[in-house]
């Protein structure tokens, strides 16, 4: 079987199972016997004109291999193949006609295995092969396996067919499972990523990928070397990573972007922001509510790859109902990497007193944890009068959560809001605090809270666009105020900006916040639906403000002729490129295309520090490229 073949031994103590052990790289094959046609889940890869790996049909439109097929040197192989590849399935016997060929398109290595998942361009048909199932408890001492691969043979360079091999377990680790030698069979370069197979019934079930070998026999190898000794990478128990990485996505089935609520980030700690989607699926066959995280983790330039990074129903969370979901992000627990909290909405006791919990997704810098509860609310507290946002408010580097209360109406008909804050202290949250509440008539409903620091004195505060309605005259208006953190609360708000005789539709517009000329006063950026033209274009622009001065906001960029949907984007922020200066991500609804599926990309506006450069997209579900 072929596998990757560094130019040097893996040499560690003279007590190690297989201390010299070889890594089997692109191009080698199982010299045993040739394969059943019942093997046609089993898949050959070739990558670029060269090198072939083999991989194993897992889902119907992925396949999962050795990610040193694809690296040999540790680099960051995620996203889109740097060399055409292409993916053989439903085929043992290569000289025939049938199965499916197809284009690699996506990559998706395991964090800390020598696996990869490999995403086609289309699913394989049931009748062409269907997946092979996964084992649930690891190889057993002792126990055979049959292992199988396209890679090279004791006589040939580039076998036409498949070949399997029977092994005996000697022992397993938490990540390998190391094999004996065996008399008939031997695996070499080729067959990275080929399958370890154990049957139970009749059906066959994968228990680990091909991984490292002697290689003793094969073609091309040291005459001397009779070793057939190898390693192989397990992935029973990996059933859950493979559900959240190949599972449904924007394009593959009929969830949209408008069942979404968009993040933004460091999840990873790595110095540049990331965006993260909780994302709405239809409910499971059983009737659970179903909901996802993905992460987007972000590079200076467009190699950007979704990872679903937590699932309702993969994780055993159980039913979790999106529509109940308040999601903000922030670094809660001060470790460098930015976290998800979620408010959650858990309706009415029989009493009518309102129920809610906070719950919050930690970071581990690859993925997130499951959720942990924070806080129940002990008194009625209502999730559909809450607005929640994080921002470090007391500066002391965690995240907080505030929350924007509509309290109603008071007995003189003013409209009450106030807001409360949840003060981490890093391993949970303090009980919900008072820190303002409208001194006049402020209403809830009119209001759109935008957490940042103003100032730059390095705690949140709060910026609201107000919306004042229109004048007799038909001018509609807008105020912008800002609640200042004094570290103990807030400072009553101060009015920032007027509208004035300038018509401002509040409903048009979408603020958000973020440091865009890089001078640590965060600036308030604004989305605004400019309409559409008699020709049917919609146009949108993007405004900002500067420091806590505010000057009038300054259009910084407008789709102009090219028709720009405001109603089909959400925009977030942060430094996507680490270069000091924030950015603008918009995540963009394309809708129900003609073949059914539903389609959305994030486009990126990167600052230049006085601009933003034109929208450029760095991601799309049906991995259009940008």
């Known amino acids: 079987m072929s596998l990757r073949r560094p130019s040097r031994l893996l040499v560690t103590s003279a007590i190690a199972a297989f201390a010299g052990i070889v890594s089997m790289a692109p191009s080698s094959a199982l010299t045993g016997a040739d394969a059943p046609a019942a093997l046609n889940f089993v898949a050959k890869i070739k990558v670029g004109e060269q090198s072939t790996c083999t991989g194993v049909l897992v ?83 002792g126990e055979e396996l049959t292992k199988a691969g396209f890679g090279r043979t004791k006589t040939e360079w580039v076998p036409n067919k498949l070949h399997t091999g029977t092994f005996t377990v000697a022992s ?9 030698g065996s008399d008939t069979a031997t695996v070499c370069q080729g067959d990275a990523g080929g399958p370890a197979l154990r049957t139970v019934n009749g059906v066959h079930e994968l228990v680990a990928v091909n991984a490292r070998s002697w290689q003793g026999g094969c073609l091309g190898t040291d005459p001397n070397e009779v070793r057939t000794n ?16 190949t599972g449904a996505r924007w394009g593959q089935d009929k969830e949209n972007a408008a069942a979404s609520q968009e993040l933004s980030g460091d999840f990873d700690g790595d110095g540049k922001t990331d965006t993260a989607v909780l994302h709405k699926y239809d409910p499971t066959s059983t009737g659970a509510k179903h909901t996802a995280l993905w992460k987007f983790t972000s590079t200076a330039g467009i190699s950007y790859h979704p990872v679903r990074a937590w699932d309702s129903v993969a994780s055993g969370t159980g039913s979790w109902d999106w529509d109940r979901s308040k999601a903000v992000a922030g670094d809660f627990n001060g470790d460098g990497k930015a976290d998800v909290a979620v408010l959650y909405d858990y309706g009415q006791t029989a009493e009518g007193v309102n129920q809610a919990k906070l719950w919050t997704f930690l970071s581990n810098g690859t993925g997130f944890d499951k959720p942990v509860l924070k806080w129940s609310s002990t008194s009625s507290w209502d999730w559909n009068r809450s607005e929640p946002m994080a921002g470090d408010f007391n500066g002391d580097g965690k995240t907080d ?39 006049s ?30 004048t007799s005259g038909g001018i509609n208006q807008v105020r912008l105020w800002t609640l200042s953190s004094n570290g103990a609360g807030f ?21 958000f916040a973020g440091d865009y000329n890089g001078d640590n006063k965060d600036d308030i950026g604004i989305l605004y639906n400019n309409g559409t033209t008699i020709e049917g274009v919609n146009q949108t622009k993007l405004w900002t403000s500067n420091g806590d001065s505010f000057d009038a906001p300054v259009t910084k960029w407008d789709s102009g002729t090219t028709s720009w949907d405001w109603n089909r984007s959400m925009p977030v922020t942060g430094d996507f490129n ?9 995540l963009y609804d394309y809708g129900q295309q003609a073949d059914q599926t539903y389609r959305a990309a994030w486009w990126r506006f990167t600052s230049t520090g006085p601009d933003f450069n034109n929208p450029y997209r760095v991601w799309d579900s049906i ?4």
Not at 172 to 180: E, F, H, P
Not at 411 to 426: I, K
Not at 447 to 468: F, R
Not at 493 to 509: A, L
Request: charged letters at 15%.
């Open 59 to 141: 889902t119907p439109q992925w396949v999962l291999s050795a990610a040193s097929c694809f690296s040999s040197d540790g680099t960051s192989i995620i996203g889109k193949p740097k060399t055409a590849t292409t993916v053989t399935v439903g085929r043992t016997d290569l000289t025939q006609t049938g199965g499916s060929v197809q284009q690699a398109v996506d990559l998706v290595p395991h964090p800390d295995r020598d696996l990869v998942l490999v995403r086609l361009a289309a699913a394989v048909p049931d009748a062409t092969a269907k997946p092979v199932k996964l084992a649930t408890t690891p190889a057993a001492a």
């Open 172 to 180: 397993t680790t938490a990540t390998d499972v190391n094999l004996n």
């Open 230 to 245: 190898a390693v192989d990478t397990r992935v029973d128990g990996l059933a859950p990573w493979i559900a959240m990485a």
């Open 401 to 439: 959560v505030g929350v924007f209360y509509n309290n109603g109406t008071d007995a003189n008909n003013r409209s009450t809001t106030t807001l409360w804050t949840f003060t981490s202290n890093g391993a949970a949250f303090d009980a919900p605090a008072v820190k303002w509440t409208s001194a």
């Open 441 to 470: 008539s402020w209403d809830w409903n009119r209001s759109l809270p935008v957490p940042g620091d103003y100032n730059g004195d390095g705690k949140a505060d709060i910026a609201v666009l107000y919306n004042y309605g229109a």
């Open 491 to 511: 400072n009553a708000p101060v009015e920032q900006w007027y509208s004035g005789s300038t018509s401002w539709n509040w409903t048009r517009s979408k603020p």
């Open 578 to 586: 680490g270069d000091g200066k924030d950015d603008i991500h918009v």
């Open 623 to 626: 991995y259009v490229a940008p």
